[in-house]
């Protein structure tokens, strides 16, 4: 039910971005997070009361775990996407990528020569901006190590949006998946 509702409002925000309309894009893209935040806490909390009651054999456990994790990275890097720099509507209309939450690597580049690049990299454009990937670069650096990696966190909300996706993988992770082998 919640995947078909999901599915549904990320259909009606590509949907309104084709029509331009901007304010409904974000609404539409906002309640599909939502709605996947609260499934990925369900899930989590479903797991956690699971464990002790070893109400999932060591297997479903495991690929529970997995799921949820991959979720985790995925949910955030939505979010940090949607939220950096006045989400992806406002990065789209600006020559540069200016007053972000996060300091992408490529930021910091565009006076470098040549010879700082690999042969088969090229040098960013001035008015290089960040995409999804970036932040599903970033999302998943935060799941695995537990921390950002390349790109240094500037603003407040992104710090705890971290921590929480820190403390989330490291519950799917560290805790869930060890018990699961412990079972086996």
């Keep these: 039910m919640v995947l078909g509702s999901v599915a549904t409002l990320i259909a009606l925000a590509y949907f309104a971005r084709y029509r331009h309309w901007w304010t409904w894009n974000e609404r539409f893209a906002y309640a599909a997070l939502g709605l996947l935040t609260a499934a990925l806490a369900f899930g989590l ?3 956690l009361y699971a464990l002790p009651r070893r109400l999932e ?33 406002a990065r789209d209309v600006r020559d540069t990528h200016v007053r972000g939450a996060f300091l992408f690597p490529q930021m910091l580049l565009p006076g470098a020569d040549a010879s700082m690049v690999a042969e088969d990299e090229a040098l960013p454009e001035p008015s290089w901006r960040p995409g999804f990937v970036d932040y599903l670069f970033l999302a998943f650096n935060t799941s695995t190590a537990f921390s950002p990696t390349d790109v240094p966190v500037l603003s407040r909300w992104a710090k705890l949006m971290m921590m929480v996706q820190s403390v989330i993988s490291f519950t799917s992770v560290a805790v869930i998946a060890a018990r699961a082998v412990n079972i086996l």
């Design 45 to 47: 909390g479903g797991l």
């Design 57 to 89: 054999a060591p297997g479903a456990l495991l690929r529970s775990a997995a799921v949820l994790w991959v979720t985790n990275v995925l949910v955030f890097a939505s979010w940090y996407w949607r939220l950096d720099a006045g989400g992806p509507n």
